[in-house]
Nanobody, 121 residues
Framework: QVQLSESGGGSVQAGGSLRLSCVTT????????MGWFRQAPGKEREGVAR???????DYADSVKGRFTISQDNAKKVLHLEMNSLKPEDSAMYYC???????????????WGQGTQVTVSS
């Protein structure tokens, strides 16, 4: 059974950095997407960054230039390098995986339990 497990969350001051990791067993689909999402209390879940099996990345405008998504060669560990953190980045961060459709979209069907990120001003 494919599982996702996040780690690396914590508390930092504004301007600091954190690196999130998501360990996964190999995803079965040949074409897949892995992404990071976040949800703050009282807010909707939002996509932060994604990377697909072709190595194509995409970021939310709010994190462009500050966050970097990457995966190891075996594609079993997903990372999110977060720099210049802001208080508004505080949220529970989740990794997710799903098949990459013909149009590039992804119906994520696997989710981790989440890791908390708290940024203080």
């Amino acid at each position: 059974q494919v599982q996702l497990s996040e780690s690396g969350g914590g508390s930092v001051q504004a301007g600091g950095s954190l690196r999130l990791s998501c360990v996964t067993t190999a995803y079965s689909a040949r074409k897949f997407v892995m992404g990071w999402f976040r949800q703050a209390p009282g807010k909707e879940r939002e996509g932060v960054a994604r990377i697909d099996s072709d190595g194509i990345t995409d970021y939310a405008d709010s994190v462009k230039g500050r966050f970097t998504i990457s995966q190891d060669n075996a594609k079993k560990v997903l990372h999110l390098e977060m720099n210049s953190l802001k208080p508004e980045d505080s949220a529970m961060y989740y990794c997710a995986a799903g098949p990459k459709l013909w149009n590039g979209r992804c119906p994520y069907d696997l989710w981790g339990q989440g890791t908390q990120v708290t940024v203080s001003s």
